[in-house]
């Protein structure tokens, strides 16, 4: 590919993979400014929804402070040129869910099903089609399978009409040259766009997003100031001057994607993006980005080593939608090892 020529497709997650960060607590005003920074920046597609996408408001993933829906709107409503993009994984949204956001704004969905459930997705892919929504199927958990899986799986998405189907490193576990083969085999195989979406548990999410984009990836994903799960994403404001520089056409501006990530976005964070000891575990023992804070909050409650947690979850292959886990092996962790023993002697 000739970099000079390129098109290449900068995707802002921060109103979605943000959500985690802000334990889903975003209000109206701090969506549509960060919306508006976005537009004004040249952002063509930018996720507002839950964070573990559409109808994930619940005890189980975490309340929304504000209905999913009314941000939606709000977004939309503040927008001249970038669309809206939504989240959906099946079992947790609902078609439903997916028809409300298209009647509120939405121009994308992006389906989103474990490395080796795609055929879960079969129906939500057609429905976005139907809809006229850019459709998008999103392979999470991509370390968990090897590259002929994955590749297996994006050609279901594809069959299902998915118009870009994307790997997506959700505990921010990959390594530049994983990235690079299975972008590549996507590349080799499949007929529709390729994309990639990368977490920074090992300080690797802009070498793994450049690695995905030299293998043929179009659509890459970042948030502003790297509000995502765990340690965040890809930078957008970073990825932004670095394939500037690489000779990429984003059709980005980047002194106003600076402006919303410094201005807007690093007012509202709860606390900066580092890779702290949890978020560098979670990496390391490939375990799902979202689970940071269930995992801090009952390694709290249980007084136990919030990594001895995640290593145990990493050991146990836990995905998404596991988030009971984490407090059973908080539990357990807490016992003493003479009631351990006795549990194990009954």
């Keep these: 590919m000739d970099a ?3 098109r290449l497709h900068l995707v802002d ?19 549509r400014d960060v919306a508006r920074g976005l537009d004004q920046a040249g952002i063509e597609y930018f996720e507002v929804s839950h964070g573990d996408g559409l109808g994930g408001s619940s005890l189980q993933y975490g309340l929304s402070a504000v209905d999913e829906m009314a941000l939606i709107s709000a977004a939309a409503e503040s927008c001249q040129l970038a669309k809206i ?33 795609a055929d879960v997705a079969k129906q939500h892919i057609e429905l976005g089609r139907k809809l006229g929504l850019k459709t998008v199927g999103f392979l999470m958990m991509a370390h968990m399978a090897p590259t002929e899986k994955l590749v297996e799986q994006a050609k279901l998405f594809e069959s299902y009409g998915a118009e870009i189907v994307y790997a997506v490193d959700s505990a921010g576990a990959l390594l530049p040259h994983e990235v690079k083969e299975r972008i590549g085999a996507m590349r080799q195989t499949l007929d529709c766009e390729i994309g990639f979406h990368g977490h920074n548990n090992l300080s690797l ?71 702290t000891g949890a978020s560098l575990i979670m990496g390391y ?32 292959k836990a995905i998404g939608g596991q988030e009971d886990m984490i407090v059973e092996i908080a539990a357990k962790l807490a016992r003493t090892p003479s009631e351990r023993s006795a549990e194990r002697n009954t």
């Design 205 to 275: 999410a802009m070498a793994n997003t450049i690695a995905a984009v030299e293998a043929g990836a179009t659509y890459v994903d970042g948030s502003l100031r790297c509000l995502g799960a765990g340690s965040g994403n890809t930078q957008t404001e970073v990825m932004a001057a670095v394939f500037d520089r690489l000779g990429y056409d984003t059709g980005v501006a980047l002194y106003p994607l600076m402006d919303a990530a410094n201005q807007v976005v690093a007012k509202f964070m709860p606390r900066p993006q580092e890779i």
């Design 13 to 31: 997650v921060t109103l979605r993979d943000g959500s985690h960060s802000m334990k889903h607590a975003f209000t109206e005003q701090q969506v």
């Design 285 to 316: 023992s490939g375990v799902y980005s979202s689970f940071l804070l269930h995992t801090q909050d009952a390694a709290r409650k249980f007084n136990v080593d919030e990594r001895d947690i995640l290593v145990e979850l990493g050991k146990r």
């Design 85 to 117: 993009s939504v989240l959906l994984l099946p079992g947790i949204g609902l078609k439903e869910d997916l028809e409300e956001a298209a009647r509120r704004g939405a121009k994308m969905v992006r389906v989103a099903t474990h490395i080796t459930e």
């Design 4 to 6: 000079t020529h390129a």
